[in-house]
């Protein structure tokens, strides 16, 4: 299967703890693209890469919050200092500039923080 | 801003029924506009999306869309629902960075 994948689909963390989530987007895919899905809500722009520069943040990401896509294929999510409104699942998606606009997305990593 | 609003949290139609999931939108300019569907614990699955051309874009699993300008709506719709079309929708904006805006998403209950 060449979809999104995440890792892990969960985790569960103390308040205080730091946590790392990875995504691998599709190969060709050159767009990367983190979300954020509280229960009963739409997805929350987080942050896009295009290849590995970070070009949009959103003011939803705090200074906890820092993601990097090194070589412009996997992406990593890393939230410093876990409270527990950050209890929520996060997705990630791709897409490419060259072919149709619309996103993929991976199955999601469910944080809950104790 | 732009922005997309999905007006009904619930809609509930029994199988072999026509259905339609409500979505209007708000941007500036000519909408990139997409329809996805979401599975307990699963991520987000495409549907369809409409960027230009025919205003009815037809996606998977018999879904089809009928873009409004004039009403500023973006439907979704199937002619006949089944069971397993039971799931979450989520009407989406791709904005101008290239991220997308979604709505707050229409539960879907197909009932036997």
């Known amino acids: 299967d060449t979809g999104v994948s995440q890792n892990p689909r969960h985790k569960i963390t103390k308040r205080g703890q730091n946590v790392t989530f990875r995504c691998d987007p599709i190969?060709?895919?050159?767009?990367l693209y983190w979300y954020r899905q509280t229960l009963g809500q739409g997805p929350e722009f987080l942050t896009y890469?295009?290849?590995?520069?970070?070009?949009?943040k959103s003011r939803l990401l705090s200074d906890r919050f820092s993601a990097e896509r090194p070589k412009g294929s996997f992406s990593t999510l890393e939230i410093q200092r876990t409270e527990q409104g950050d209890s929520a699942m996060y997705l990630c998606?791709?897409?490419?500039?060259?072919?149709?606009?619309?996103?993929?997305f991976g199955p999601g990593t469910r944080l809950t923080v104790l | 801003a732009q922005s997309v609003a999905q007006p009904e949290d619930q809609v509930n139609v029994a199988e072999g029924n026509p259905l339609t999931v409500k979505c209007t939108y708000s941007?500036?300019?000519?909408?990139?506009l997409f329809w996805y569907v979401q599975y307990p614990n699963r991520g987000l699955q495409f549907l369809l999306k409409?960027?230009?051309?025919?205003?009815l874009v037809k996606g998977s699993y018999g879904f089809e869309a009928e873009f409004n300008k004039s009403q500023t709506s973006f439907h979704l719709k199937k002619p006949s629902a089944l069971v397993s079309d039971s799931a979450l929708y989520f009407c989406?904006?791709?904005?101008?960075?290239?991220?997308?805006?979604f709505g707050a998403g229409t539960r879907l209950t197909v009932k036997p």
């Open positions: 998606a791709s897409s490419s500039t060259s072919g149709q606009p619309e996103q993929y």
């Open positions: 941007v500036s300019g000519n909408p990139y």
């Open positions: 409409y960027i230009t051309g025919d205003n």
């Open positions: 190969s060709e895919h050159n767009r």
């Open positions: 890469f295009q290849n590995e520069a970070q070009l949009e």
């Open positions: 989406a904006v791709r904005v101008y960075n290239n991220d997308m805006r």
